[in-house]
């Protein structure tokens, strides 16, 4: 964790989810990775859990000052940078890639969403009992919502 960042994890219910662990600790680690490295100082992270109809739900959000509505459909392309210019070893561009391609593999929703005030959040829906599977991604824009929503 940053310095001047604050975090907030709600209660996360005890609940034994059957998937491969690296790919799941992969996932999660690159997710809270970039909550906390692209949060400004002052700002915060917040991750909260709960289960919902056979499936884990998962998310975690940050406060935010960078993204933009149209940077949401980019977020997963490999080696997309918000900032072409920003050069630094700690990012190459290609964590949220994998974040999809793994989530895929496991059978996870991924949703990513920016709301009004600034606050981007990532949304797993994770299968209690999910394993290895070749499922081809999907794209969807919210439409009845406020904050765009993309889900892969």
Same mark, same amino acid.
Request: charged letters at 20%; proline letters at 5%.
């Given at each position: 964790?940053?310095?001047?960042?604050? =975090?907030? /994890?709600?209660?996360?219910?005890?609940? *034994? +989810?059957? *998937?491969? !662990?690296?790919l799941l600790v992969s996932i999660l680690?690159?997710?809270?990775?970039?909550?906390?490295?692209? *949060?400004?100082s002052g700002g915060f992270v917040i991750?909260?859990?709960? #289960? &919902?109809?056979? !499936?884990? +739900?998962?998310?975690?959000?940050?406060?935010?000052? #960078?993204? #933009?509505?149209?940077?949401?459909?980019?977020?997963?392309? $490999?080696?997309?940078? !918000?900032?072409?210019?920003?050069?630094?070893?700690? &990012?190459?561009?290609?964590?949220?890639? /994998?974040?999809?391609?793994?989530?895929?593999?496991?059978?996870?929703?991924?949703?990513?969403?920016?709301?009004? =005030?600034?606050?981007?959040?990532?949304?797993?829906?994770? %299968? +209690?009992?999910?394993? %290895?599977?070749?499922?081809? $991604?999907?794209?969807?824009? =919210?439409?009845?919502? $406020?904050?765009? !929503? @993309? @889900?892969?």
């Amino acid at each position: 964790m940053r310095p001047g960042i604050d =975090a907030q /994890l709600d209660e996360i219910p005890e609940i *034994t +989810i059957n *998937t491969d !662990k690296s790919l799941l600790v992969s996932i999660l680690g690159n997710l809270l990775e970039n909550a906390f490295g692209y *949060t400004t100082s002052g700002g915060f992270v917040i991750c909260s859990a709960d #289960q &919902h109809e056979g !499936k884990v +739900i998962l998310n975690i959000s940050n406060s935010n000052d #960078q993204l #933009q509505q149209s940077d949401l459909a980019h977020l997963f392309e $490999p080696f997309w940078r !918000k900032n072409a210019a920003r050069n630094d070893s700690a &990012h190459s561009g290609l964590g949220l890639a /994998l974040v999809a391609a793994y989530a895929r593999l496991l059978q996870i929703e991924v949703a990513v969403a920016l709301d009004e =005030a600034g606050w981007f959040g990532v949304r797993l829906a994770i %299968p +209690i009992e999910s394993g %290895p599977a070749e499922i081809k $991604p999907a794209v969807e824009q =919210a439409t009845s919502e $406020p904050a765009s !929503k @993309i @889900i892969y």
